[in-house]
């Protein structure tokens, strides 16, 4: 059974940090992109970051570019991301996802506008940034 669990969202103020967590099983993770995604009621879902499988090449929103970091842990199928200097804009649900590579394109050359090809999905974890 595949499962994606997400953690470590909650309530920040604007300039603080937090690190969620996805914890990955049913499939296999260091075959997979990855991604990060966010969505705000009433909004389109946003691709925030992707990471290759290797986990060496990344590829961010403009509007997280400097601030947040995408890694995956291999060892323990777990993806993570970092957010720094975090701002009331960023509040959303934010939700880890993969698919599988692409013909021809690395995971980072995928479109972050473009999530369709994404299969597995987490419940999504809240984030909040008070200014």
């Known amino acids: 059974q595949v499962q994606l669990v997400e953690s470590g969202g909650g309530s920040v103020q604007a300039g603080g940090s937090l690190r969620l967590s996805c914890a990955v099983s049913?499939?296999?993770?260091?075959?997979?992109?990855m991604g990060w995604f966010r969505q705000v009621p009433g909004k389109e879902r946003e691709g925030v970051a992707y990471?290759?499988?290797?986990?060496?090449?990344?590829k961010y929103a403009d509007s997280v570019l400097g601030r947040f970091t995408i890694s995956r842990d291999i060892t323990k199928n777990t993806l993570i991301i970092q957010m720094n200097s975090l701002k009331p804009e960023d509040t959303a649900m934010y939700f880890c996802?993969?698919?599988?590579?692409?013909?021809?394109?690395?995971?980072?050359?995928?479109?972050?506008?473009?999530?369709?090809?994404?299969?597995?999905w987490g419940q999504g974890t809240q984030v909040t940034v008070s200014s």
């Open positions: 049913g499939f296999s993770f260091s075959s997979y992109c």
């Open positions: 990471i290759s499988i290797g986990g060496s090449n990344f």
């Open positions: 996802a993969a698919r599988r590579p692409p013909p021809l394109i690395s995971c980072v050359g995928l479109s972050l506008a473009d999530s369709r090809g994404f299969v597995y």
